[in-house]
Each structure stands twice: as C-alpha cells, then as structure tokens.
C-alpha cells in the first residue's frame, strides 16, 4: 500500500493525463486509473470528484453535461491551462523518476540504498 500523501499529487498528475486523451466522465476515470496503473492509483468517487472540482476550480479542467444517453453524465476535458500545467508536471516527474533511479531506485534492480557510514 502507498501511503496517501505520496499518491497525492501522483493522482492529480495521472487524471490530467487521462483526460489529455480525451473527455471522459468520473467513472470512467475511475475505472482507468484502476485498470491502467494495475490498481496503484485506484481511488474511489469520493476522492475523485473532489479533486475534480479542484481542477475545474482552478480552470485545469472544463465540464459539461452530456443527457443523450440512458442517464445524465458529466464529462470533463483538459483546458489550455491543464495541457500546459501536465507539461509541467511531467518534467518534474521526469525529473524525480530520473533522480530516484540514479540512486538505484528502479523497477529492474529494486531498492538497493547502502545502510551505514
């Protein structure tokens, strides 16, 4: 289990990734976040949609309603604003990811961090 402060701003990083390919509405969104990161950075609605209304709030993400279908659903979508703070976001993710792996901290080799003087 990741601790919740650590998946914080991973998750905020991970639905402005999503929505860059497209609108999709909260529990689609969900269930990519469950799907794609194997379970990492799973949340539930009630942390969605908070986060969500952060992002709109923020002008990062724009919605609309969308009740052609059986039921009424809200979509959301990346705005400039968003496309240019994921650009952002992404270097520094890069960024860490790159410093985390110097140190050894990769996928391939696992922790490997001397202990002692």
């Not at 689609?28 to 908070?50: C, F, H, N, W």
């Not at 994921?86 to 993710?93: G, H, K």
Request: charged share 30%; hydrophobic share 40%.
């Amino acid at each position: 289990m990741i601790e919740r402060e650590f998946l914080r701003g991973a998750g905020v990083v991970a639905v402005l990734k999503l929505l860059e390919r497209g609108e999709m509405y909260g529990y689609e969104i969900v269930e990519a976040l469950e799907k794609r990161t194997d379970g990492v950075l799973a949340m539930g609605q009630s942390t969605l949609y908070p986060m969500l209304y952060n992002l709109e709030a923020k002008g990062l993400v724009a919605s609309r309603w969308d009740e052609a279908g059986a039921r009424p659903r809200k979509y959301y979508r990346l705005t400039t604003d968003g496309r240019k703070r994921l650009a952002e976001d992404a270097r520094t993710w890069h960024r860490l990811t790159t410093a985390m792996g110097a140190l050894g901290l990769t996928r391939a080799s696992g922790p490997r961090l001397a202990v002692g003087p």
